[in-house]
């Protein structure tokens, strides 16, 4: 067979049709089934990629569709109706019983408030396992359902407040019950109650009756004096938070599929020669690329397949955590299946699709050059950057439209959404045009830099794909770490953890905040609390607050003592948040604060950089001075019980923990408004981390006594932020970056292989190596930083607010630590001379 045999297909039979018919896609497809059962192993990042993709999707929307509870269940169960009425009602069982006659059968439950010396609230419960309307609130744990006057069941809440056990017995009132059962509401797992049978609550509080009626007919009916009807809450609307997990879904797919777009074009290289014989048999060119794209299919099958296996074992070993931080039960299989069902097929698609490009070109070759093993030069392709501008024209006005950071609502929501899609996906649709120039840049550069930049700039269809990926990748990180840092640097919406590990806040009994003095029986508290602590390291804190003045509510209803606060006059949203303590000598000093370190005339001292240049601020009661009753216009400030625009100093020393004093009020202005000191709580700082059962016993003694003790919350910081956005942008640019880099070498071995047999020894091997990698890294990183910073500026609409929070440091790390990085790596792990120089391996 001459060479010219085999140079163009054969013309196919003319009963086969132009393509071969269902029968030659048949064939191609079990072809490719083969190929991918043989060569599965070089298909393994593609199909781990996809596979973490759609695992994510699954254990993300089963999270978030099952976090919110169900509106109504945990108190209506199946009832779409429920009438509270007051226990001492003299009317209630006439009134009960009118209920039962006309709307038929109903369920009563009989709830009687607890004291127990503990901030949480607990009732005695009678109510009926089987209750027509009320069985989705009422769950058995262990044991059984109490029955008859002297059995109890508890919940492990109250069981493990009172010490009690199944079979032991609890003492409430002055009289003992058999404690039968632990029992729970399924609905809202921090429901805390003891259930008794039936009519066994001789003073109710309240009682709950259950029933179904229309609203008509329930709105016409008329109910006990001091009845309060109510209906089921309604779902609130917008956009539910499965649908955005898909969504994110979709940006993982997107990234995944930027790097299948580079391994299948490498994967087509290397099946150039088996792609040749099927065209030198008469395959047309749509059953040659349909090889390629099956192939892409059944790897992002086995992909999805393989995630969502993954995703559902990660489900099955995170749920149990999830119903204790949800407060309710979740079933294994309420999943939201068509968000997963969807993800899934979409996992398929994008593989299919990453295959697509390179089998249409693999398709478009000469049987004589496929068969030759070397593909045709690359031809300079006509790519229009229009798209590319215009989305990044688009983007950017659809933010600024959108309302810019802080803004809610359905529609700027979507554009917000638009724009930031429009924006990210303009700049990445432009970053393969940065490939063009590299060639021009080699000029009289040693060889292995000529030979690795015009490589990249000749190769495009694989070089780009993988400098869309980094950029990709890049672009997330810089955005968090900029979203991040603007978020964190709100001075009034002050946010981060509230306190350190080491660091424990008892509230004075009767108040959260302890605007009421501890109670004098309690006055050994903070006394036994630091014992149980082990620390000597305690500081009283306290609130400002003036005789006489007080906390009246629109319906009459007296708060207790006004303490002063700090806030911005006019503004509704984004208000100062945070304690505002008084500036003892104690309290400086326990921070280090030098007398010297303090103005004279400073009102407020605060750790929070920038508070002091926030204007319109306020230090004030709250609205009820000067008079109880007389409530203030919101940009009142009168004089005497108001410092308008108070000198605000920064001092570093103080703590910044959200509910330590990091804002405190001097004695200049506490003479200024003629206040007094109020005891608000106790702030315990230990030589180590609290332990677990450090701060179970604080918590044990603080309920004996009526109080609350307050530890680090799960808050992060903004440092962790920034750290483990930034280290997760690199790792994965790198994870890319060596991908793309074995592509390269994988599809360049021929030229390796000429370059050994010329005498090119190991550092040049290493050199074009390190090359490639740094500049991939390099202009992936600039690329992702600018198009986050042209996002975060369109959001934010002010490029100084950027400016003003940029994280320096992270963005040093990005776009000079991952360029370094990727050539460091290359560079160590490209010296290794190829197997086989005088001969080219077949397939």
């Not at 315990?684 to 701060?695: C, S, Y």
């Amino acid at each position: 067979m001459t060479a010219s045999s085999v140079r163009e297909r054969p013309a196919p039979a003319p009963y086969a049709g132009i393509d071969g018919g269902t029968p030659a896609q048949r064939a191609v497809i079990r072809w490719a089934w083969r190929l991918f059962r043989r060569e599965w192993r070089q298909q393994l990042l593609i199909m781990a990629l996809i596979a973490v993709a759609v695992a994510g999707t699954v254990l993300g929307a089963a999270v978030a569709s099952n976090t919110p509870a169900s509106p109504g269940v945990s108190t209506f169960g199946t009832a779409n109706h429920l009438v509270t009425v007051p226990g001492h009602e003299p009317g209630l069982a006439a009134g009960i019983a009118a209920i039962r006659q006309r709307f038929g059968p109903v369920d009563v439950i009989e709830n009687q408030n607890l004291v127990t010396g503990s901030a949480s609230q607990v009732q005695l419960r009678a109510q009926s396992p089987a209750g027509r309307y009320g069985r989705p609130t009422l769950a058995l744990v262990t044991g059984h359902y109490p029955h008859g006057p002297g059995q109890v069941a508890l919940t492990s809440q109250v069981a493990a407040l009172y010490n009690a056990h199944v079979g032991g017995i609890w003492r409430q009132d002055g009289r003992a019950r058999h404690v039968v059962g632990i029992v729970e509401n399924p609905a809202n797992l921090l429901d805390e109650f003891a259930l008794v049978s039936p009519g066994q609550v001789s003073a109710p509080t309240e009682v709950t009756v259950l029933f179904d009626a229309t609203r008509a007919s329930a709105a016409a009916f008329r109910f006990p004096p001091g009845a309060i009807l109510q209906t089921p809450p309604q779902r609130s609307g917008g956009i539910g938070s499965a649908f955005v997990v898909l969504a994110a879904a979709m940006l993982g797919l997107i990234f995944v599929g930027l790097v299948a777009v580079a391994s299948f074009t490498v994967l087509a290289r290397r099946r150039l020669r088996a792609l040749g014989m099927l065209g030198s048999l008469g395959a047309a060119e749509s059953n040659i690329a349909l090889v390629m794209t099956a192939n892409g299919a059944i790897a992002g099958a086995a992909g999805a397949v393989a995630g969502a296996l993954v995703g559902f074992a990660a489900w099955l070993g995170y749920r149990p955590f999830l119903e204790t931080s949800a407060g309710h039960r979740i079933g294994v299989l309420q999943l939201p299946w068509w968000v997963i069902g969807t993800g899934m097929a979409l996992a398929v698609v994008t593989s299919a699709l990453a295959s697509w490009r390179p089998a249409r070109a693999a398709a478009r070759m000469s049987v004589h050059a496929a068969l030759a093993g070397r593909p045709e030069p690359p031809k300079a392709a006509r790519r229009s950057a229009l798209p590319g501008v215009i989305l990044l024209l688009a983007g950017p006005a659809l933010l600024v439209l959108s309302g810019g950071w802080g803004h809610n609502g359905g529609a700027a929501t979507l554009e917000t959404l638009g724009g930031m899609a429009a924006t990210i996906f303009g700049g990445l649709r432009l970053a393969p045009f940065f490939l063009t120039g590299l060639a021009a840049l080699a000029g009289r550069a040693p060889v292995a830099v000529r030979l690795a930049l015009r490589d990249l700039s000749r190769y495009r269809a694989r070089s780009a794909a993988a400098l869309s990926a980094i950029s990709f990748a890049v672009l997330l990180a810089v955005l968090i770490c900029i979203l991040a840092a603007a978020r964190y640097a709100n001075t009034l919406d002050y946010t981060g953890p509230n306190l350190a590990t080491n660091q424990l806040l008892l509230h004075a009994p009767g108040n959260a905040h302890g605007s009421l003095a501890a109670q004098r029986d309690n006055r050994l508290l903070p006394g036994r609390l630091a014992a149980a602590l082990d620390t000597r390291h305690t500081l009283t804190l306290y609130s400002a607050t003036r005789p006489g003045s007080r906390i009246i509510t629109p319906t009459g209803q007296d708060l207790g003592p006004a303490t002063a606060t700090l806030n911005q006059a006019g503004t509704q949203t984004n208000n100062y948040s945070g304690p505002l303590y008084v500036a003892t000598p104690a309290l400086l000093r326990y921070f280090g604060i030098r007398p010297s370190q303090v103005s004279p005339v400073a009102d407020v001292l605060t750790m929070r950089a920038g508070l002091a240049a926030e204007p319109r601020m306020q230090l004030v009661l709250p609205p009820s001075s000067p008079g109880a009753g007389q409530a203030l216009p919101p940009d009142a400030c009168p004089v005497g019980w108001c410092i308008a625009n108070p000198r605000i100093q920064t001092i570093t020393g103080l703590p910044a923990g959200t509910s330590a004093p990091n804002t405190v009020i001097t004695a200049h202005a506490m003479r200024a408004l003629r206040l007094h000191l109020v005891t608000s709580g106790w702030l315990f700082e230990t030589r180590r981390p609290l332990t677990a059962a450090q701060i179970n016993t604080a918590r044990q003694l603080a309920a004996a006594a009526g109080a609350t003790i307050e530890t680090k919350s799960g808050e992060a910081s903004l440092s962790e932020i920034l750290s483990g956005a930034t280290a997760v942008g690199i790792l994965i640019a790198l994870g890319v970056l060596a991908m793309t880099v074995g592509l390269i070498r994988s599809e360049t071995a021929s030229d390796l292989r000429t370059l050994a047999a010329t005498g090119a020894g190991a550092t040049t091997r290493r050199n074009l190596t390190a090359v490639t990698a740094g500049v991939l890294g390099l202009l992936g990183a600039l690329t992702g930083t600018a198009i986050a910073y042209l996002t975060a500026i369109s959001w934010f609409r002010h490029a100084s607010v950027i400016s003003s929070t940029a994280p320096v440091s992270e963005l040093a790390l990005i776009l000079a630590g991952l360029p370094l990085a990727a050539a460091i790596g290359g560079w160590l792990f490209a010296g290794r001379q190829p197997q086989t120089i005088a001969r080219q391996p077949l397939e």
